[in-house]
Structures are given as structure tokens and as C-alpha cells.
């Protein structure tokens, strides 16, 4: 079926795609992505091409948005040659609906484990060069019209990072940015980040492998100065303690996009629920 253009996001002009912000709420901030480095930055830099979205209208109407990212774009924000965005555009087509967000929260019968994917549909045109994400139902009130603590940054922050770490523990840090103080339980740390099974039977290699090189491409790359330390229970590693300095990214007041939600946004929530569509963040909000 073909989409209708007036569902998707249309650039202003004069504005470059890696000055424009990445909106999120911090529940999926800080939920596990499940996203390679390429994918991530398709989803970041589609993510940003919402920071113009003037209204919910037309996401109620559709029940989700569509948002169409050129390679030529990508190629530009990414700094990679034009057949590498070609390429990882293509592959994304084809992986995204793969890759689902994780929560994960404690019940006093176990673990309570929550999966949502990102997508309801891609679309690859090859020939023109561009990709088409349609923004999963649930993943729609943690992307627009955001009210209180949510994380935000500029693309341009991330584009130069080389590394899903760096990434990660970028957005994680800015997702508590009022603080200027992370403070994770290990198993939590290492769910977020995505840590391989492998690393998390031995600390020195979650320092040696996670930690310190996204530490160090932040402190490098970012500008950001952060400094860490562990958390112990006798000689076992039981957490961490970041302490940062948040990069701020509001150079002038929020746009229309972030303003606070209004009676039509919650009925069109309701909506949702009523028609037994479960909400990412009655899920995710519990793991904050």
C-alpha cells in the first residue's frame, strides 16, 4: 500500500539533520535496544527527524508515523561514502524487524521480561535511495509530545561515536541528566548496554571492553567529563557510580513538538488501550 506524504516528516531547509534533537522518554532510554551501530544510528537520526513534528494530529490519525531518512542524508550526517549508506540502509530494511527493546523488571515471582519492536513497517526504495520507517504503535508516546524528565540530545552529539558503548552510556547518562549521577546495579548496567553473557563472569572485561573505551570516545568526542567508580560488597562488583557533567542541547526555548500533552493526546493513549493495545510505557515506566 502506498503511504500518503502528508504522514511523513518533510525537512526544513535550513536545517541540517544533525542539528536537530533526539527525543525520548527515559524509560526507553534506558531499556536495551537491541540495535547494531548502523541500525542505531537509522533509528536515532529518524527519531531527530521528529524533533518538527507540529502536532498529534495526524499521529492519531494514523495510529503511527512515517519518516523517510535519504541516504545522501545519512551519507552526510554519518560522514560515510554514499555506497555505505546505500548498503547499511538496505541491510536495516531487512534487520529492524528483528530488533526489539528489552525491560526487564523485578516481581516477587521473578523477572518480568518486556520485548517491543521498534518498526510496523519498512520500506527500501534502492533506486531512489531512501528508507521508510513507520514507528510501532507502542513506541509512539515515548517519541513525540514528551512532558517532565525525558532524554535529549543533538544528533551531531552522537554521529562522531564509533562504538554502541559510547553510544548507550551517552544516552543512559543524559536519561539522568538532573542528577549528574548514574548509578546502576552491575546486572542493570550490564542489561542496558547490552553486555555479551561472556563479559559479565568477569568485571575486567566489562571495564576493559565497555567501560573505559566508551568513557574515553565520550571524554574525547563529546567533551564530557565523567569520572566512574565501583560499587562492592566485599570484593564482589555489586555497582557503578557515574558522576558527569550532562551536555546541554536547549540553546532556545522547546518547540511546539514538546508541548505538554493535551486531553485529545491522552484520549487517542486511551484509545490504544482500550482496543487491547498494551502501552509500552505502562510497561517500561516500572523499570525507572
Given at each position: ?24 522518554s527515559n524509560?526507553?532510554?534506558r ?32 495510529g ?14 554519518f560522514d ?53 520507517l ?45 542528577t ?22 568477569n ?13 574515553q ?48 493526546d ?23
Amino acid at each position: 500500500m502506498q503511504a500518503k506524504a502528508q504522514h511523513m516528516i518533510r525537512l526544513d531547509k535550513d536545517r541540517m539533520l544533525c542539528d536537530m534533537q533526539v527525543n525520548m522518554s527515559n524509560s526507553l532510554a534506558r531499556s536495551a535496544h537491541g540495535l547494531s551501530l548502523s541500525e542505531k544510528r537509522i533509528i536515532a537520526a529518524c527519531i531527530a527527524k521528529t524533533d518538527q513534528l507540529p502536532s498529534m494530529e495526524a499521529v492519531r490519525e494514523r495510529g503511527a508515523w512515517l519518516v523517510r531518512l535519504s541516504a545522501a542524508d545519512y551519507a552526510e550526517t554519518f560522514d560515510v561514502d554514499l555506497d555505505t549508506a546505500y548498503d547499511q540502509l538496505q541491510a536495516a530494511a531487512k534487520n529492524l524487524f528483528k530488533r526489539y527493546i528489552t525491560a526487564v523488571r523485578d516481581t516477587k515471582n521473578g523477572p518480568e521480561i518486556y520485548h517491543c519492536v521498534w518498526v510496523g513497517a519498512v520500506r527500501y526504495h534502492k533506486g531512489e535511495g531512501w528508507i521508510e520507517l513507520s514507528w510501532w504503535h507502542e513506541i509512539v508516546p515515548h517519541l513525540f509530545n514528551l512532558a517532565g524528565e525525558f532524554t535529549q540530545y543533538k544528533l551531531t552529539q552522537a554521529t562522531a561515536l564509533r562504538s554502541m558503548y559510547s553510544w548507550r552510556l551517552f544516552e543512559l547518562l543524559q536519561s539522568w541528566k538532573g542528577t549528574g549521577c548514574y548509578q546502576p546495579s552491575l546486572d542493570d548496567f550490564c542489561k542496558s548496554m547490552e553486555v555479551p553473557e561472556s563479559y559479565r563472569k568477569n568485571f575486567k572485561l566489562i571495564r576493559t571492553r565497555v567501560i573505559e573505551p566508551a568513557v574515553q570516545e565520550l571524554v574525547e568526542k563529546n567533551n564530557m567529563p565523567i569520572t566512574w567508580k565501583t560499587l562492592n560488597a566485599g570484593r564482589k562488583v555489586v555497582g557503578l557510580d557515574f558522576m558527569f557533567k550532562p551536555v546541554e542541547v536547549l540553546e532556545e526555548e522547546p518547540g511546539e513538538s514538546l508541548r505538554p500533552m493535551i486531553a485529545e493526546d491522552q484520549a487517542y493513549r486511551d484509545k490504544l488501550e482500550a482496543n487491547g493495545q498494551q502501552r509500552i510505557d505502562a510497561a517500561l515506566n516500572e523499570v525507572e
